[in-house]
């Protein structure tokens, strides 16, 4: 990233002053069956301020970094915070904002490959997928690259630097089962950098593997039966309905607006063993999948208690919404990028673990479902969703039974929580994918396997 001194304009600075540096790359390739079907590669930098006066925001950005357009981005972020508080009459007190100082940048513990390294890679997955696997119909295998670095600067004093490196490899297998075209999805990597994800294919080989075995067992599989029923699920799909169906209704600025959230604090909305919270950057000890050490309004991020014990103890925050609650702000206070105003986002949002085995869940349900994996999921502010689920297996008598076809979940969620009867005790974080609230976002979600009960919809 371009280096530039931000502290040399702060005299600049006439009110509550935000301004942040940020650079973006990309790199992607595809393949399909064999064959290289795009190359691409991009990169966004810029400079933006974000100016409030008397409880207006001003916002302004460039993509020009240099002396004069930083100067002049400050100037027109401040001009418009006047104009539109002329208009609007607000004569709000100024936000109280403690200071934030951090700086992350993992360290490379490998050389970078080359873009060709990394064709390389993804051609040496596809070949062993060809070789070992030729009655598949097709197969496709993307993979991304991405690194994001952000410096920011405010008048109430902070000062930060963030880079953040993820990699990903997604590999779709299909096969034909009597005209119908079965398919099955996974994901590879997570946080850091495409070298030290991907040097060693053995492991990418055997994930493959039990890709594959699940598909052709999904190919044989029906429908499930319709209705309420018990189902385990695992932690990649908790994860999802948390972020989608949970988290979405407690960002202080949906409960302004009137989500189901806003009704119930402090009152009970789950199982007593249900906790959930969004992380800061680590949980237990370690370094979480999207480490957010000062948000981008320059506040110190702290991880913020959604659920305690089935209980609703509280919301995420950006520095106005905390103001007009009467609380402290948790650094949730996000943009994407240079461009983009920041919203108030999820980070790393969890459902904490249980006392249970995933073995003594399946066991316990007589008649039920144990679902894998879900895509094309939705969920409104009343906290209502509905999930396709496109691997999943039956369970009769406590033991996981045939493969099952694609097919859809839904329910409301502030209900569903109260089912809750068991949870794992080992969860597993996941983040390749976006979330989407006027801007994209790269987000993480943590879960254990949960037991509980959900209505089933039939086919996909």
């Given at each position: 990233m371009k280096d530039i001194d931000l502290t040399a304009y702060r005299d600049l600075f006439r009110s509550h002053t935000e301004m942040r540096v940020q650079e973006s790359t990309q790199s992607s390739f595809s393949i399909i069956n064999g064959k290289v079907e795009q190359n691409i590669e991009n990169s966004s930098a810029g400079v933006s301020a974000r100016v409030y006066h008397k409880g207006v925001w001003g916002f302004a950005s460039t993509p020009v970094i240099d002396h004069d357009s930083v100067g002049e981005v400050v100037r027109a972020a401040t001009a418009n915070a006047k104009a539109f508080q002329s208009l609007s009459k607000t004569d709000k007190p100024p936000l109280e904002a403690i200071p934030s100082r951090s700086s992350f940048s993992p360290k490379r513990v490998k050389e970078p490959f080359s873009k060709k390294e990394n064709l390389d890679r993804l051609l040496a997955i596809d070949a062993y997928i060809a070789k070992k696997y030729p009655d598949l119909k097709s197969r496709a295998l993307v993979t991304r690259s991405q690194q994001i670095e952000k410096r920011w600067i405010t008048s109430f004093g902070s000062e930060a630097f963030s880079s953040y490196p993820r990699a990903h490899i997604y590999v779709t297998l299909t096969r034909d089962k009597n005209g119908d075209s079965i398919e099955n999805t996974e994901v590879f990597g997570g946080f850091g950098y495409f070298e030290e994800q991907f040097d060693d294919?053995?492991?990418?080989?055997?994930?493959?593997?039990?890709l594959?075995?699940?598909?052709?067992?999904?190919?044989?599989?029906?429908?499930?039966?319709?209705?309420?029923?018990?189902?385990?699920?695992?932690?990649?799909?908790?994860?999802?309905?948390?972020?989608?169906?949970?988290?979405?209704?407690?960002?202080?600025?949906?409960?302004?607006?009137?989500?189901?959230?806003?009704?119930?604090?402090?009152?009970?909305?789950a199982?007593?063993?249900?906790?959930?919270?969004?992380f800061a950057h680590h949980y237990k000890g370690e370094l979480l999948r999207v480490p957010v050490f000062t948000d981008d309004e320059g506040t110190e991020a702290i991880d913020a208690v959604l659920i305690d014990q089935g209980v609703l103890r509280g919301y995420m925050h950006n520095l106005e919404s905390a103001h007009e609650f009467g609380c402290a702000p948790t650094g949730n206070a996000r943009g994407f990028e240079f461009?983009?105003?920041?919203?108030?986002?999820?980070?790393?949002?969890?459902?904490?673990?249980?006392?249970?085995?995933?073995?003594?869940?399946?066991?316990?349900?007589?008649?039920?479902?144990?679902l894998m994996k879900t895509m094309n999921g939705q969920a409104d502010s009343t906290s209502e969703f509905m999930f396709g689920i496109v691997q999943a297996y039956e369970i009769k008598n406590g033991k996981l039974g045939r493969a099952l076809r694609?097919?859809?979940?839904?329910?409301?969620?502030?209900?569903?929580?109260?089912?809750?009867?068991?949870?794992?005790?080992?969860?597993?974080?996941?983040?390749?994918?976006?979330?989407?609230?006027?801007?994209?976002?790269?987000?993480?979600?943590?879960?254990?396997?949960?037991?509980?009960?959900?209505?089933?919809g039939g086919r996909e």
């Open positions: 294919l053995c492991g990418i080989h055997r994930r493959i593997d039990e594959y075995e699940h598909l052709r067992k999904k190919a044989e599989g029906d429908y499930p039966k319709p209705g309420f029923q018990d189902v385990v699920l695992s932690p990649y799909v908790g994860g999802i309905l948390a972020h989608e169906a949970i988290g979405h209704t407690v960002e202080a600025d949906l409960v302004k607006n009137g989500s189901i959230a806003r009704d119930f604090l402090n009152e009970k909305v199982s007593d063993i249900v906790t959930m919270v969004d461009s983009d105003e920041p919203l108030i986002r999820m980070r790393n949002t969890a459902i904490l673990p249980g006392n249970s085995s995933l073995e003594e869940m399946i066991a316990s349900v007589d008649e039920g479902y144990y694609d097919f859809t979940v839904s329910g409301v969620a502030f209900d569903m929580l109260k089912t809750i009867t068991m949870l794992s005790s080992e969860m597993a974080w996941e983040n390749s994918g976006y979330c989407g609230k006027k801007q994209p976002m790269i987000v993480s979600t943590g879960s254990p396997a949960i037991k509980c009960k959900m209505l089933i």
